[in-house]
């Protein structure tokens, strides 16, 4: 009786052969061509066999528990052992500023939490979840993704786990996972030695989760940065859009978000990547990236994870370029920033001062070192102002004449009073960079991200004093009480400016602009940064308190008395530009001469 089952069971198991055989010649599949290391999506890496097996399925065929476990065998090639259908386990690594999970399925990271901050709605600023993938490919006989593999704890310590996946060749696949203490760093370690295979490749897939109260301008400041290896160069795909890009020998590939990021950098580079970032319309996602990144074959990988706040001292240590993350502007808008104003804002926040007071301090030092030239220009205003009656005799009198002769007699009374029609606006250029490397500073400082001030909630977002059933173009569906301070400030500052700056026919055509401009920067600013606002109203003060002061000490009579005293003494010699202006209306006459000449002649003849 046992000779005849054991019979039935050979005969079973070459039937069920013969049939699964039948199943895999006539349905076979088109032959694919090898995932190679440049790219590849590792998830949609699947055997022929695996395939089959689906089909059969698909049929409605049964298949026996032998079949099935010879297409997984087949699937995971040499580490296809008992273990593989254990249940999957998760490792915790953690310190004081980030907790990290990492899964046995796969030896992959499944969680990166952020242990200090918080989302605007109080939750926890999970930058990598468990619905996200770091795929590794593995390449020897065949393609096989990590995630296919389950391993199993090798030792574990704090702040390190190893996990291993048994292999039939003798050796494990290990995987190191090293977190840096108290620090933002995870390092990782692939060592596939013995085993027949290599990793070769991941598939990174990762969206972005909205942390911030202002969804619109956290997702303009979201998107997928890479920075070229051995070169001073990053780039990002579009901000704005769905995009594609391939690229060639990289250092590392970031998911930067308005005040956090994820960077994955490979120290020994990334050959080729197919990057890829997708809008999402849901409110608590921003956009999706996937990343297919190819590595040179190699028995070990060494991997970096950083899972960081954007905050600029903390990129720094690190040394990487990751700083360059922060928006904080191009060429002297980058350099005053990062030399001036975050050592200034550092030193502030080290006295513990709240970030109101910070920013008070701030404007109240910038104001104080460019008080010379805003002395200046105001100097300059004044002699344009106590000049303003004559010039109004130069424009009486050359009223609808040469306009070129009428600009050397300007030019000649300038020079004779000692005056550069030019000084105003000298000193205002100046401080220019200055206004825009601020414009820049305020909404990324991460610092600024929660810290309330007055009826401000938040001053790294809008403050909202009013939300409006409705909105309205260009300016939002609420109402910022800052914003509306600065803009009242601005329009009252140009309104003074104008009536101490004295006026021509170019400055009354101009003028209607200088109003508009406030307000169109109120419906920019009313989504802006709270504390930007805030600054440049505090500006706004801070220049009508130096101008009513150094009113004070200037005097149009006296100035007027130096002027004459100065014209007295007879004019200094003329400027370049007053020599080629006049150069240029001696030419002028000349060949206005020349002109009158040939037409006489040509009447006498």
């Known amino acids: 009786m046992e000779n005849k089952t054991d019979l039935n069971k050979v005969i079973g198991f070459v039937l069920i052969g013969a049939l699964f055989f039948w199943f895999a010649m006539v349905n076979k599949p088109k032959e694919q061509p090898k995932a190679s290391a440049q790219v590849g999506d590792t998830t949609a890496v699947v055997t022929d066999t695996t395939e089959t097996l689906a089909q059969a399925q698909t049929s409605g065929v049964a298949m026996s528990d032998s079949v099935k476990a010879f297409a997984l065998q087949t699937e995971l090639g040499p580490f296809y052992t008992s273990d593989q259908t254990a249940e999957e386990q998760v490792y915790t690594l953690s310190n004081e500023v980030l907790t990290v999970r990492i899964s046995s399925r796969g030896a992959a990271v499944q969680g990166a939490r952020l242990n200090a901050y918080k989302t605007y709605d109080s939750l926890s600023v999970d930058l990598f979840r468990s619905d996200e993938t770091a795929d590794v490919l593995l390449e020897g006989v065949k393609s096989l993704p990590m995630s296919k593999l389950n391993f199993r704890l090798l030792d574990q310590s704090p702040g390190q786990v190893r996990l291993g996946a048994r292999s039939n060749t003798g050796s494990d696949l290990i995987v190191e996972y090293t977190l840096e203490e108290g620090g933002y760093r995870l390092n990782s370690r692939i060592v596939s030695a013995g085993t027949g295979v290599k990793p070769t490749a991941m598939a990174w897939s990762m969206n972005a989760h909205r942390f911030e109260k202002n969804r619109k301008n956290e997702n303009l400041q979201t998107g997928l940065y890479y920075q070229y290896a051995g070169k001073d160069k990053r780039d990002h795909l579009s901000l704005s859009k769905a995009d594609t890009e391939e690229r060639e020998q990289l250092e590392w590939v970031a998911v930067k978000q308005q005040y956090f990021s994820s960077i994955l950098r490979v120290p020994s580079g990334i050959v080729s990547a197919k990057m890829e970032s997708l809008p999402l319309e849901q409110d608590s996602l921003l956009k999706a990236f996937n990343s297919r990144l190819a590595f040179t074959a190699s028995e ?230 709270a504390g930007l606002s805030y600054y440049y109203f505090v500006a706004n003060m801070l220049t009508f308190s130096q101008q009513w002061l150094i009113r004070q000490f200037v005097d149009d009579d006296a100035i007027h008395a130096k002027i004459q005293q100065k014209k007295a003494k007879g004019p200094a010699g003329p400027s370049k530009f007053q020599q080629r202006l006049e150069k240029l209306t001696q030419q002028k006459e000349q060949s206005e001469e020349l002109v009158k000449l040939n037409r006489q002649m040509r009447r006498k003849k």
């Open 300 to 529: 070990s990988l060494d991997l970096e994870w950083y899972f960081v706040p954007n905050k600029y001292d903390v990129l720094k240590v690190y040394d990487l370029n990751f700083d360059e993350l922060i928006p904080l502007g191009w060429g002297i808008l980058g350099w005053i920033n990062k030399g001036a104003v975050i050592s200034l804002f550092r030193w502030l926040e080290h006295a513990g001062l709240n970030y109101g007071l910070i920013i008070l301090i701030i404007a109240l030092v910038f104001k104080i070192v460019l008080l010379p030239l805003t002395y200046s220009s105001y100097l300059s205003m004044a002699k344009m102002r106590v000049l303003k009656p004559e010039m109004d005799e130069l424009n009486a009198k050359f009223e609808g004449k040469d306009p070129m002769k009428k600009q050397t007699a300007v030019m000649e009374l300038y020079r004779s009073a000692g005056v550069n029609p030019l000084g105003g606006c000298v000193p205002v250029l100046l401080q220019f960079p200055i206004l825009i490397a601020l414009f820049n500073f305020f909404p990324a400082a991460f610092e600024l991200r929660h810290q309330a001030f007055l009826w401000a909630q938040d001053l790294s977002t809008y403050d909202s004093i009013f939300n409006l059933p409705f909105e309205i173009p260009f300016y939002g569906s609420h109402v910022s009480l800052f914003t509306l301070l600065m803009t009242v400030s601005t329009l009252l500052y140009t309104y003074f400016n104008n009536q101490l700056s004295p006026q021509n026919e170019q400055m009354a055509q101009l003028k209607w602009m200088m109003y508009l401009m406030p307000i169109v920067f109120l419906g920019v600013f009313n989504n802006y940064s």
